[in-house]
């Protein structure tokens, strides 16, 4: 293994592992005051929540997937996953060894993508190229991503044949009674099939033959299918590191109210690998960079602890676009649905404010 040495004798060094939503943000924000590293396993960031209308509109995702050295320009980039944590180091799967006096964990969920920019890009179009070339399209999975990519395909290909099959009593179980009943009516205008309660035997087609069967026997042609259910949080490989004893029984890593892991001073998760009681959100994740950051510069200062920034759960809001005008918003005491919550996301998916806050233009897509 390969020890790589800090650049700077004086400034404190910071391993972020995980670029996304929650890493790219306190790496941004830790850059000039810190030797920072961030190991993640791809050389891109990406605007999550976007991927579905990338998916329609390859173009989008010219804003949306962004190379981890457009916002940081003050730190080293390790394209290589973390396969260790030692009270001291952090191990990659290419041999690399990077030491840390603070370390901010941000793996969220486990998902295969692509290393580069480039390919990710290549995907969407080939996706895109997939649903303009089909007449018919499963959707597996009835939580927000297969809800918002069905509402994505039935504005722009109204013509095609849409089916949700989910597993599940209704669409959307992460938010109330009231915001699905809202998604599934306006799935019902636009003419998209939703099945309930069943399961999809993805190996019950081939390639010459487009039906699939579900659990309660019904059949479904489809020319092409997307599997959108949930993916496992990224946190597996943390059983084999001096934090196994600091997950709990779904794998979230537990912190305190500084968003520290318990019993570590140095070390802080954010993001959806934390056992935060509340709901999973890009947004949320961004908080946590946010107070995770003070309280490491605090710390880097040699501020007094008793001055950490606590971090309190907010309420429950949720908006789920359908399409490029209409979503469901959920708010603490009410529920709406159509344009006019639409206004808040769907056009652009906050896409510009996210690049904003990253330092980036919201607009133009950088050479």
């Not at 001055?307 to 918003?329: C, E, F, H, N, W």
């Given at each position: 293994?390969?020890?790589?040495?800090?650049?700077?004798?004086?400034?404190?060094?910071?391993?972020?592992?995980?670029?996304?939503?929650?890493?790219?943000?306190?790496?941004?924000?830790?850059?000039?005051?810190?030797?920072?590293?961030?190991i993640d396993p791809k050389e891109y960031f990406e605007i999550i929540w976007a991927s579905l209308r990338s998916m329609v509109e390859p173009s989008f995702a010219?804003?949306?997937?962004?190379?981890?050295?457009?916002?940081?320009?003050?730190?080293?980039?390790?394209?290589?996953?973390?396969?260790?944590?030692?009270?001291?180091?952090?191990?990659?799967?290419?041999?690399?060894?990077?030491?840390?006096?603070?370390?901010?964990?941000?793996?969220?969920?486990?998902?295969?993508?692509?290393?580069?920019?480039?390919?990710?890009?290549?995907?969407?179009?080939?996706?895109?190229?997939?649903?303009?070339?089909?007449?018919?399209?499963?959707?597996?999975?009835?939580?927000?991503?297969?809800?918002?990519?069905?509402?994505?395909?039935?504005?722009?290909?109204?013509?095609?044949?849409?089916?949700?099959?989910?597993?599940?009593?209704?669409?959307?179980?992460?938010?109330?009674?009231?915001?699905?009943?809202?998604?599934?009516?306006?799935?019902?205008?636009?003419?998209?099939?939703?099945?309930?309660?069943?399961?999809?035997?993805?190996?019950?087609?081939?390639?010459?033959?487009?039906?699939?069967?579900?659990?309660?026997?019904?059949?479904?042609?489809?020319?092409?299918?997307?599997?959108?259910?949930?993916?496992?949080?990224?946190?597996?490989?943390?059983?084999?590191?001096?934090?196994?004893?600091?997950?709990?029984?779904?794998?979230?890593?537990?912190?305190?109210?500084?968003?520290?892991?318990?019993?570590?001073?140095?070390?802080?998760?954010?993001?959806?690998?934390?056992?935060?009681?509340?709901?999973?959100?890009?947004?949320?994740?961004?908080?946590?960079?946010?107070?995770?950051?003070?309280?490491?510069?605090?710390?880097?200062?040699?501020?007094?602890?008793?001055?950490?920034?606590?971090y309190k759960p907010g309420p429950d809001i949720a908006i789920i676009s359908l399409g490029r005008k209409d979503s469901v918003a959920q708010f603490p005491f009410?529920?709406?649905?159509?344009?006019?919550?639409?206004?808040?996301?769907?056009?652009?998916?906050?896409?510009?404010?996210?690049?904003?806050?990253?330092?980036?233009?919201?607009?133009?897509?950088?050479?």
């Amino acid at each position: 293994m390969e020890k790589t040495e800090s650049e700077s004798g004086e400034r404190r060094r910071v391993v972020v592992i995980g670029g996304g939503i929650a890493g790219s943000l306190a790496s941004k924000f830790l850059q000039f005051d810190s030797d920072l590293t961030l190991i993640d396993p791809k050389e891109y960031f990406e605007i999550i929540w976007a991927s579905l209308r990338s998916m329609v509109e390859p173009s989008f995702a010219e804003r949306s997937v962004i190379n981890h050295k457009k916002y940081l320009q003050n730190g080293r980039v390790v394209t290589s996953p973390a396969v260790n944590i030692t009270d001291t180091d952090v191990v990659t799967a290419d041999g690399l060894v990077f030491g840390y006096d603070y370390l901010v964990i941000a793996t969220g969920h486990n998902d295969v993508l692509p290393k580069t920019r480039q390919e990710k890009l290549s995907q969407y179009q080939a996706e895109y190229e997939k649903i303009k070339s089909s007449e018919s399209i499963l959707i597996v999975g009835g939580g927000p991503s297969g809800v918002e990519l069905a509402a994505e395909i039935a504005v722009d290909f109204p013509e095609k044949k849409v089916t949700i099959v989910h597993n599940g009593s209704r669409l959307l179980e992460f938010v109330g009674q009231k915001a699905a009943d809202k998604a599934f009516d306006w799935m019902k205008s636009k003419r998209v099939e939703v099945i309930l309660n069943q399961r999809v035997d993805l190996s019950s087609a081939s390639d010459g033959n487009k039906t699939y069967r579900t659990s309660g026997g019904e059949t479904i042609h489809a020319d092409c299918h997307f599997l959108c259910t949930g993916k496992p949080l990224s946190s597996e490989w943390l059983k084999g590191t001096v934090l196994k004893d600091n997950l709990d029984g779904k794998g979230r890593l537990m912190v305190d109210e500084y968003l520290r892991v318990k019993g570590r001073k140095n070390v802080f998760a954010i993001g959806d690998i934390t056992d935060v009681p509340e709901m999973k959100q890009g947004y949320i994740a961004e908080k946590h960079a946010s107070v995770a950051t003070k309280n490491i510069k605090l710390l880097m200062s040699g501020g007094n602890e008793k001055k950490m920034s606590t971090y309190k759960p907010g309420p429950d809001i949720a908006i789920i676009s359908l399409g490029r005008k209409d979503s469901v918003a959920q708010f603490p005491f009410m529920t709406v649905s159509g344009c006019i919550p639409g206004l808040i996301k769907s056009k652009d998916l906050f896409v510009g404010k996210t690049r904003k806050a990253r330092g980036l233009d919201p607009n133009i897509v950088e050479p």
